[in-house]
């Protein structure tokens, strides 16, 4: 067998194409689009070597669209997650033998298949099943998942690559181990990227997978099983299922092979998870890792000295990208009374000129939330604003359904800094800003660091460098990913390693070595290699 310490290729950060009015990746999207609304899909769960369908056929829509059907998934139930658990454990010994290299190379094809011929697939299959405009499907669904693959080759073969020292006589070697077990990713909607990299960096490190996706992000994340299994993924590595989540915790979370979750959504269900792997504690072979990245309520706190043009485009892109969708996005900003009427003003003004409507228009800025449920929630947080006598909406505060979940960009301008929509979670294009007295800048990091129980992101915008410096020491535990003169969104792989604490999840933080760290179960060999024969010591002798 051919043997040889190897080095993966260097990786480098995907270029975002700009789908400029006549460019050539423009009309290749568009194409796609066309295409993909032309015709409806029938998806199947992946369970081993079998596409499983069953009788229980769901549709799947546009969220700007919903009378449109772009084809259907098949649900699946309890017995479809045992089968999936099942057809990762006799996967395992294989995949985990397997040599490290080929195990990269299978997904450094997958990073190519993205960037050639499945980019604008993939991209219009997020476009329309997420409501996503062009940029954001490809900083998303193209460069992000594309850097998670590559970089985390790269990272993988760093793991390997840390050896211990050794001293005279002894040889000392680290193995890193696949967990003993099965592993779960359970993703969300909102990224494509992150329903890829949750269950392929478990994969990478020689574990098998159950996942789980969002059911709004079924359509798209059956693009990136296709891409998977053309790269080369051997049956039964990651096995595909959309089955409700209570169900899947039912069964994985009482086996006593589950050795890890990997988790991206709302705090209340990681919580939950958590405490039923708790109860399950003594039924398990070793102890599971969890990993997980839940809320957030992102700030972007404002000094005297900042530019106001420059926080009030923080505030627009912040907030009101992907409709404010990402558990990044802004959604309280702290502005100073000195600066308020110049950032209102911008912020009103660019608002104004944002369209809002379907993706396949490109002239659209905002495009629908979600879902009806999701639709419901915002609008309900909206209308409970208008009512209280402590508010006022400067921006936005329309919403309607009859054709797609559409949700205007709402800014709330509050009294109390204290109220619902300055400390809960929304999920949508709502933000809300307190006006704080100038001279109470110190107390008013304070406040923004107790408000909220998420630390997720957060941002500073000042020229005063000694305010730079006292917000980025009194926030420390505030955000796990923090910004200095920038929007609170817009993370990259092997930039700025994304996760947050508190309420916000366990910061494991994805798209950095210390994430695959948590894949993998450590082995130390030690080798002597001239064993001694005698037992006595040299200070066991006689003067």
């Not at 109390?416 to 933000?431: A, N, Q």
């Amino acid at each position: 067998m051919p043997n040889g310490f190897f080095n993966v290729p260097l990786p480098k950060n995907e270029p975002v194409l700009s789908y400029g009015k006549g460019t050539r990746e423009r009309q290749l999207l568009k194409k796609a689009l066309e295409e993909a609304r032309a015709r409806q899909v029938d998806i199947p769960m992946y369970i081993g070597a079998e596409e499983v369908r069953t009788q229980n056929k769901k549709k799947l829509s546009p969220p700007h669209d919903h009378q449109h059907i772009l084809g259907y998934y098949h649900e699946g139930d309890r017995q479809h997650v045992e089968q999936a658990v099942q057809a990762a454990l006799n996967a395992k010994e294989l995949w985990a033998n397997m040599s490290w290299e080929h195990r990269a190379s299978i997904f450094l094809k997958a990073a190519d298949l993205i960037a050639g011929p499945y980019r604008y697939i993939l991209n219009a299959a997020t476009m329309l099943g997420q409501s996503k405009n062009a940029f954001q499907a490809e900083i998303d669904s193209a460069c992000e998942l594309i850097d998670f693959l590559r970089f985390n080759v790269y990272f993988m073969s760093q793991i390997y690559h840390d050896q211990p020292e050794s001293s005279p006589g002894v040889w000392n070697r680290m193995e890193y181990r696949p967990l003993e077990g099965f592993t779960l990713a359970i993703t969300p909607f909102n990224f494509t990227a992150i329903a890829g990299n949750l269950p392929t960096s478990m994969a990478m490190m020689g574990n098998t997978v159950v996942w789980k996706p969002a059911y709004t992000q079924i359509y798209a994340a059956n693009v990136i099983m296709q891409v998977l299994k053309k790269a080369g993924l051997p049956d039964g590595v990651i096995n595909l299922i959309y089955v409700d989540g209570p169900v899947v915790g039912d069964v994985v979370f009482s086996h006593p092979d589950f050795a890890g979750l990997h988790f991206t959504g709302s705090t209340k269900v990681f919580q939950s998870m958590w405490k039923a792997i708790g109860e399950n504690i003594q039924k398990y072979r070793g102890y599971p890792r969890i990993v997980g990245e839940t809320g957030g309520k992102d700030f972007i706190m404002v000094h005297p000295s900042a530019d106001a043009k420059e926080v009030a485009t923080a505030i627009v892109r912040g907030a009101f990208e992907y409709q404010g969708q990402k558990c990044s996005a802004a959604s309280r900003c702290y502005i100073p009374k000195n600066l308020w009427e110049e950032v209102r003003k911008y912020v009103v003004e660019d608002l104004k000129t944002l369209k809002i409507g379907v993706t396949e228009d490109f002239s659209n800025f905002i495009n629908a939330v979600i879902d009806e449920r999701s639709f419901n929630s915002i609008a309900n947080y909206i209308d409970n604003a208008k009512v209280s006598q402590m508010n006022e909406i400067i921006a936005g505060g329309n919403y309607d359904k009859s054709k797609g979940y559409f949700v205007e960009p709402t800014v709330i301008l509050t009294k109390d800094p204290s109220s619902t929509t300055m400390c809960e979670e929304i999920f949508g294009p709502v933000l809300t800003v307190y006006v704080y007295d100038p001279a109470n800048f110190e107390e008013t990091l304070d406040l923004v660091d107790r408000t909220s129980p998420y630390a997720l992101t957060g941002s500073i915008f000042a020229r005063d460098r000694y305010a730079i410096e006292l917000a980025t020491k009194k926030l420390t535990n505030a955000a796990g990913n923090f910004y200095i003169n920038d929007k609170p969104t817009g993370a990259v792989v092997g930039q700025q390693p994304f996760g947050g604490a508190r309420g916000s999840g366990t910061n494991d933080k994805a798209g950095a070595k210390a994430n695959l760290m948590r894949w993998v179960s450590m082995r130390t060999i030690k080798e002597t290699l001239v064993p001694p024969t005698d037992y006595r010591y040299p200070f066991l002798e006689q003067d």
